[in-house]
């Protein structure tokens, strides 16, 4: 093995250089915590994560995104250690406040990435407010479509890891979410695990849950129409080693977008950024500054 391969790995590898705070805001009555880095008088970027997840998903793109940018990545409501409020989080709840931290972080005007529900959010955000939305990033995005076996598979997979929040169950989840094993950093398992033992994690599973239910994630999808309405300029992520839903998907939205690049990532699953950062922050940046 060499020194490379035997390297202590964490998400400090990437922060501890990094400027940037931590805390919590009101986000449209929503305590929101969040990590922030970059010139505040810079073009502003919002980072979202995906089910279930939190910002530190993104601490290997924040120091290269927020030499240029004003970033702000947020634990979505319901997720990560924002508040979990006892209402179901259908999209309409996740684009309030995505805007109304725009709102708090003066950003008149932003660039949105997104990764899976995150995308989903994103593009929400970009049909509903056109006039708040520069360019947009799309990672294994979902939200055009609803498979019955997807959605059962992430409902049993999060409700043991929540019942159950032991390393093995926890580590279970990235097995799918990120190909190399070496990528499974036990910084991340350890945050998700931390997550899934609070209490107010436990009692609102199923309002984090309800998109997957057949009935709600109907009602909530974007039509062909409204993704083909979306004006932002985009760059879809396909990521080779996704479950096919979710590399389908990025393929038949960048050809919907009527402003769209595609991204090939070949090599990694459903964390394109996070397992690949050496790939995707140059693609990003070159995009973004574009």
């Known amino acids: ?11 400090w590898t990437w922060l501890r250089e990094l400027d940037f705070r931590q805390g919590r805001c009101d986000a449209g009555g929503v305590r ?3 990590a922030e880095a970059g ?3 810079a073009p502003g970027v919002l980072l ?15 120091a290269a995104l927020s030499e240029h940018f004003h970033v702000v990545a947020v634990d979505m409501v319901g997720n990560g250690f924002s508040e979990k409020p006892d209402y179901d989080y259908e999209i309409a709840v996740y684009v309030r406040q995505a805007a109304a931290v725009l709102d708090h972080f003066g950003m008149d005007r932003a660039s949105v990435i997104g990764m899976s ?5 994103t593009a929400r955000l970009a049909l509903d407010h056109p006039d708040r939305v520069e360019k947009i990033i799309l990672m294994s995005p979902a939200g055009l479509v609803a498979t019955a076996s997807n959605m059962a598979r992430i409902r049993a997979e999060r409700t043991q890891a929540v019942q159950n929040p032991d390393w093995d169950s926890i580590k279970a989840m990235f097995d799918h979410l990120i ?10 398992i350890a945050l998700r695990q931390a997550i899934y033992r609070l209490p107010d994690t436990r009692e609102t599973i199923d309002h984090l849950l309800i998109l997957q239910d057949p009935d709600a994630r109907e009602r909530n999808l974007l039509t062909e129409q409204q993704w083909s309405s979306i004006k ?6 396909a990521s080779g080693k996704d479950y096919s839903e979710y590399e389908n998907t990025a393929r038949r939205v960048a ?3 009527p402003n769209s690049q595609l991204l090939e990532m070949p090599d990694v699953k459903h964390w394109p950024h996070f397992e690949d950062p050496e790939t995707f922050n140059p693609a990003a940046l070159k995009f973004l500054r574009g």
Do not use: C, K
Request: charged letters at 20%.
């Open 48 to 62: 979202l994560h995906g089910t279930g997840g939190h910002w530190e998903t993104f601490a290997p793109n924040l």
């Open 179 to 188: 190909a190399d094993e070496r990528n499974r950093i036990p910084d991340v």
């Open 117 to 121: 529900l995150g995308a989903w959010v």
């Open 255 to 257: 050809a919907l977008l």
């Open 232 to 237: 932002a300029p985009a760059l879809v992520v």
């Open 1 to 11: 093995m060499s020194a490379q391969e035997n390297e202590y790995r964490s998400i």
């Open 39 to 41: 010139d505040p008088a």
């Open 32 to 34: 929101t915590r969040f």
